[in-house]
């Protein structure tokens, strides 16, 4: 199929009449995860826990056979069936074992290995007859196109590129930061708010070239600075990582211990950069809350536990994109600062 342009995409998922496959590259991460949100929500809410696969690829349970199994199976409710194949990089552009000093310079030819090309077959079987009742749709940053897989999978699906705003030539670096202004002032503007020009360009910079950085620094620069009609550039030096800072995994629950809900916000941005898993995440702030919170605060501990659950619920039931609801959670868990007593790391 050819590419499909994000006009026409959406058009199809307003009118519910979804190909059979896609495909969301790009580096745009941020707007793959909205457009994956749209798709799923063209299912019907009450058969979406029936109807709906949410696979990681290269984890446990989202295998190739695993893949095509899902697409076959038939929806319980509904009439149609919807899988969804996040970081399909890692079908589409695997790393390959032992070759890690040579992978920019041969990812190119297709000697991955007859194992992994067998391993890809019961993928490689559906794409080419896929169910007409399940839409496949594959989410990655990035693909090899000389690949035998991704091959076979750019003939039958519809591919919808989302670029991001990096410079690759050195001159093109004050456009892609007029691009990336121009973009940040639209977005507000349809949020009735406003930035400072200083502030804006600062944010882009501070993106380098990163679109999904520049969407996840402006949600929560928005969610820190409610209530105030214009951005200033203290909110992006507050929120917005500058790309150089080092992650400590302990980061987030000593700034919610803390009870600064910008750092905390900071540091959810990292660990997901990072490739952090989501539930990793939820289960280490679990942890605070039982071991640290129920000294230093007792009194919240009740209502962050009900966080903790409803927010795992909806990891575990794709009831919003992951960070939205990892960004809402710290928020909630962020109050007054919380007494160390000796175990702040």
């Known amino acids: 199929m050819a590419a499909l342009d994000l006009d026409a995409l959406r058009t199809q998922i307003k009118a519910g009449r979804l190909q059979p496959i896609y495909v969301l590259v790009g580096e745009d991460v941020k707007l793959a995860g909205r457009l994956v949100d749209a798709l799923e929500a063209t299912i019907d809410e009450g058969d979406r826990a029936f109807a709906v696969d949410r696979l990681y690829a290269g984890e446990e349970g989202a295998e190739p056979v695993n893949i095509a199994a899902s697409c076959r199976s038939l929806p319980m409710l509904g009439d149609r069936r919807l899988v969804i194949v996040l970081r399909a990089e890692r079908l589409l552009k695997p790393k390959r074992a032992g070759r890690a000093a040579e992978e920019d310079a041969d990812e190119g030819s297709d000697e991955d290995g007859e194992a992994a090309a067998s391993d890809m077959s019961p993928l490689e079987d559906y794409v080419a007859a896929p169910a007409d009742f399940a839409t496949l749709v594959f989410v990655a940053t990035e693909m090899d196109r000389t690949r035998r897989f991704t091959k076979r999978l750019l003939e039958r699906a519809a591919v919808v590129v989302l670029d991001g705003i990096r410079a690759d030539r050195p001159g093109d670096a004050r456009q892609a930061l007029a691009a990336g202004v121009q973009w940040i002032r639209e977005e507000l503007q349809r949020e009735g708010r406003a930035i400072e020009p200083r502030a804006a360009q600062l944010l882009v910079?501070?993106?380098?070239?990163?679109?999904?950085?520049?969407?996840?620094?402006?949600?929560?620069?928005?969610?820190?600075?409610?209530?105030?009609?214009?951005?200033?550039?203290?909110?992006?030096?507050?929120?917005?990582?500058?790309?150089?800072?080092?992650?400590?995994?302990?980061?987030?629950?000593?700034?919610?211990?803390?009870?600064?809900?910008?750092?905390?916000?900071?540091?959810?941005?990292?660990?997901?950069?990072?490739?952090?898993?989501?539930?990793?995440?939820?289960?280490?702030?679990?942890?605070?809350?039982?071991?640290?919170?129920?000294?230093?605060?007792?009194?919240?501990?009740?209502?962050a536990l009900d966080a903790l659950l409803r927010t795992d619920l909806a990891l575990k039931s794709s009831g919003g994109e992951p960070r939205v609801l990892l960004e809402r959670l710290v928020v909630e868990l962020t109050g007054r600062p919380v007494a160390s007593r000796g175990w702040r790391r």
């Open 205 to 303: 910079e501070r993106a380098g070239g990163d679109i999904s950085k520049l969407r996840g620094d402006l949600e929560r620069l928005l969610l820190f600075a409610a209530g105030a009609a214009s951005i200033s550039v203290p909110d992006v030096e507050e929120v917005a990582a500058d790309g150089t800072t080092v992650v400590d995994d302990w980061g987030l629950t000593n700034a919610i211990a803390a009870g600064e809900p910008a750092v905390a916000l900071r540091e959810v941005a990292l660990r997901f950069d990072r490739g952090d898993s989501p539930h990793a995440m939820v289960g280490q702030l679990r942890w605070w809350v039982s071991n640290r919170l129920v000294d230093g605060a007792p009194d919240r501990v009740k209502s």
